[in-house]
Nanobody, 131 residues
Framework: LQLQASGGGTVQPGGSLRLSCTAS????????IRWFRQAPGKEREGVSC????????YYADSAKDRFSTSKDDAENTVYLQMNSLKPEDTAVYYC?????????????????????????WGKGTQVTVSS
């Protein structure tokens, strides 16, 4: 049972990448999927969340209007499309399966700082934005 994040690489500022998060041994039908990132010397931070149906998506302020997450049930995969990349997007990106299927807390808000309670974590994929 594992998640595998892939698709990272090195791009120039303004470029795009699409990350994939694929589950093996279990279905994503019963999980929200969160993307996180961690830059050297910094804490891990949330980037986005997609609800278990794929109907609702949420983004950290740093990702709004540039990143988009989507789900392909047939492929048991969640994607993170990242456009207009900036050097400050450089980080290792992780995906995680959250049993909180709605992505939101009791306040009905997405909290990108919520790191705990994930059932599965992917190993991460490096994204480097540099000229």
């Amino acid at each position: 049972l594992q998640l595998q994040a892939s698709g990272g690489g090195t791009v120039q500022p303004g470029g795009s990448l699409r990350l994939s998060c694929t589950a093996s041994g279990f279905t994503l039908d019963y999980y929200a999927i969160r993307w996180f990132r961690q830059a050297p010397g910094k804490e891990r931070e949330g980037v986005s969340c997609i609800s278990y149906t794929g109907s609702n998506t949420y983004y950290a302020d740093s990702a709004k209007d540039r990143f988009s997450t989507s789900k392909d049930d047939a492929e048991n995969t969640v994607y993170l499309q990242m456009n207009s990349l900036k050097p400050e997007d450089t980080a290792v990106y992780y995906c995680a399966a959250d049993p909180n299927i709605s992505c939101v807390g009791s306040d009905n808000k997405y909290n990108p700082r919520e790191l705990y309670g994930m059932d599965y974590w992917g190993k991460g994929t490096q994204v480097t934005v540099s000229s």
